[in-house]
């Protein structure tokens, strides 16, 4: 009955418990995340737990595909673990010679030769992070879960245990994440996470190497060990940086709906956060944060209001560029060239 009931929430305890095989049973697994949030917490509450294993960060892109073959070539795993990838083509998959995991909460995919756990396989509507769903796994390391899932704008149901561990974190239950994130502690530490993963591929692996040996967010915030130390000062470096956009950014703000902010590509990517943070403070607007990056513009959509999976892929037709994600919050790329016509297109549909 327990299992019944679970399966219109989540994933079911019987997937839970095929999860904890397929980890106990590897000797050699290899984890390959997403590069924001949801995807290194769900990484890191594994890694912890299992204490084995080999985490990849993979950079956003429009999927895992052939390309990314390289990423384990020679770490021969005997699982591989995918967490937090929207879209892994079924090439990619076909070329990997041994079990493969797949954790996500994106809109379903239809795949072959894969172990897939999505929530929405049970509840079309249950976006979950996947952050959430490694926590259903391991039940340890509650600050990192609640970190992943308030990153992902999705408040958990351990929320009140985590305030009664970390009442200086969180003192009570927020109305919406938007509130824990950019009013309460625990938003800075979810920002010190996030920028931790920008810059340079070096520098990242090295803020992913120092977060697998932090043990409580005190090392961080009250920079008690060398690690910690290290995660706070690049963080205090780059938000620097976040902070002069933001302000560049909500200086530009108008009365319009419609809510445009590109940036050039000397700048470090912060579309999502920018994004974000924009959308909390300007709750009735429809918020496009842009990068200009190789001849696109490299985005981010939100909206508090607005299906933005539905709109994206109406004005995406016809232009030379991709995107997707959730229903108020998605990400995308469009040609430079086309851009200003994907834009008509949007407030058209937006009207």
Same mark, same amino acid.
């Given at each position: 009955y327990n299992e019944y009931i679970l399966s219109f929430l989540m994933i079911t305890n019987r997937e839970i418990s095929d999860i904890r095989e397929f980890m106990e049973e590897s000797n050699n697994p290899v984890f390959l995340f997403d590069d924001d949030c949801d995807g290194t917490c769900s990484y890191l509450l594994l890694k912890k737990f299992y204490k084995?294993?080999?985490?990849?960060?993979?950079?956003?892109?429009?999927?895992?595909?052939?390309? +990314?073959?390289?990423?384990?070539?020679?770490?021969?795993?005997?699982?591989?673990?995918?967490?937090?990838?929207?879209?892994v083509k079924q090439e990619f998959i076909d070329k990997i010679k041994t079990k493969i995991v797949w954790i996500d909460h994106h809109p379903v995919q239809k795949m072959k030769n894969v172990n897939y756990y999505n929530p929405r396989n049970n509840d079309s509507s249950d976006n979950r992070p996947t952050t959430y769903m490694a926590y259903s796994v391991t039940k340890s390391?509650?600050?990192?879960?609640?970190?992943?899932?308030?990153?992902? +704008? @999705?408040?958990? =149901?351990f929320i009140e245990e985590f305030i009664k561990e970390y009442p200086d974190l969180l003192d009570r239950k927020p109305? =919406?994440?938007?509130?824990?994130?950019?009013? *309460?502690?625990?938003?800075?530490?979810?920002?010190?996470?996030?920028? /931790?993963?920008?810059?340079?591929?070096?520098?990242?692996? *090295?803020?992913?190497?120092?977060?697998?040996?932090?043990?409580?967010?005190? =090392?961080?915030?009250?920079?008690?060990? #060398? @690690?910690?130390?290290?995660?706070?000062?690049?963080?205090?470096?780059? /938000?620097? #940086?976040?902070?002069?956009?933001?302000?560049?950014?909500? /200086?530009?703000?108008? +009365?319009?709906?419609?809510?445009?902010?590109?940036?050039p590509s000397a700048a470090t990517s912060f579309t999502s956060?920018?994004?974000? #943070?924009?959308?909390?403070?300007?709750?009735? *607007?429809?918020?496009?944060?842009?990068?200009?990056?190789?001849?696109?513009?490299?985005m981010s959509l939100r909206s508090k209001r607005i299906n933005i999976s539905d709109v994206l892929k109406k004005a995406l037709v016809g232009i030379k560029g991709y995107g997707g994600g959730h229903d108020y919050a998605c990400g995308g790329a469009v040609k430079e060239e086309d851009f200003e016509r994907f834009i008509e297109n949007i407030k058209e549909l937006i009207k």
């Open positions: 084995k294993g080999e985490g990849i960060i993979v950079k956003s892109s429009p999927s895992l595909d052939e390309r +990314h073959l390289g990423l384990i070539s020679d770490k021969k795993p005997d699982l591989l673990v995918i967490l937090d990838k929207p879209v390391d509650l600050w990192i879960a609640t970190i992943g899932c308030v990153f992902d +704008h @999705y408040i958990p =149901d109305r =919406d994440p938007g509130e824990a994130l950019y009013t *309460k502690r625990l938003g800075k530490l979810v920002r010190i996470f996030s920028l /931790n993963l920008k810059g340079k591929a070096k520098d990242v692996r *090295k803020s992913i190497k120092a977060l697998e040996k932090i043990d409580s967010p005190y =090392d961080i915030l009250d920079r008690r060990t #060398e @690690y910690g130390t290290m995660l706070f000062s690049r963080y205090e470096k780059l /938000n620097k #940086e976040y902070e002069c956009l933001l302000e560049e950014a909500k /200086n530009k703000v108008t +009365h319009e709906k419609l809510f445009i902010f590109i940036y956060e920018l994004c974000n #943070e924009l959308t909390y403070l300007y709750p009735d *607007k429809f918020i496009i944060v842009g990068r200009k990056k190789d001849g696109e513009i490299r």
